[in-house]
């Protein structure tokens, strides 16, 4: 992880005009993990923190976690939350490829939605938290995870608990940020219209994955939203969140 984060501050002071390394973390991590974070991005000056949704199995609710959410919420700097290699439902997936086309984003659906309903955006209202892959299947969930909150007194549905939630769970998802890693213009369409253009950021997996940067650009100017908002997904709203007074 120390590595990793020096190498990324050597390459964005190296290349400040093409590159701009975000910090390795890990959120269940020790406080020598804790610390070489806040390093990361008080001393290195590296813009940002990026995670799995999942790590072995444990999720971002978990208690464990905390410590971790805290420091970013302290650091003010977001936090971009990409899938791991082994995803859930893994057993499941041998053939196809399918942990990186399937797995990966409901993965983190799985993750942030937990993270939801056991009260995270709730205790960390400020926390900017940046989904991969439009954020998975969220941007399809308010309304089903609307009503499973409306009908939480009714037993005959299973529990709910804890009831910890102060208002619907949509009203915490529109808090997240997406990113336009999908290929697919009506999902980026969902996504702007969930959380709101000012909440979806460009995003291309390229590389290393050898799908040519063009076509994930494209993907963004085919939405049907005007040729400002599209500007916005493509490098205004990135700027904004990371601070940056130059743009993209």
Known sequence: MKQFNEFAAEVTAKYPKNFLGLACSMPFGDDRILKETERAVREYGLKGIMVNSSVN????????AAPFFELVTDLNVPLFVHPPRITIGAEK?????LPEMVGRPFDTT??????????????FPKLKMVCAHVGGALPLLPGRLG???ELRHDMSFGPWEPDVLTKPPAAYIEQLY???????PPAVLCAVQTVGVDHVLFGSDFPPVPIPLKRSVDTVRAV???SEDKEKILGGNAAKLLGLRGGL
């Open 147 to 149: 009503f499973g909150y």
């Open 178 to 184: 997406f990113d336009t890693v999908c290929l697919h």
């Open 224 to 226: 049907a939203i005007s």
């Open 57 to 64: 199995g444990e999720y971002l609710d978990s208690p464990r």
């Open 93 to 97: 997936m041998e053939i196809f490829r």
């Open 110 to 123: 799985l993750s942030i939605t937990r993270f939801i309903l056991m009260g995270g955006l709730e205790k």
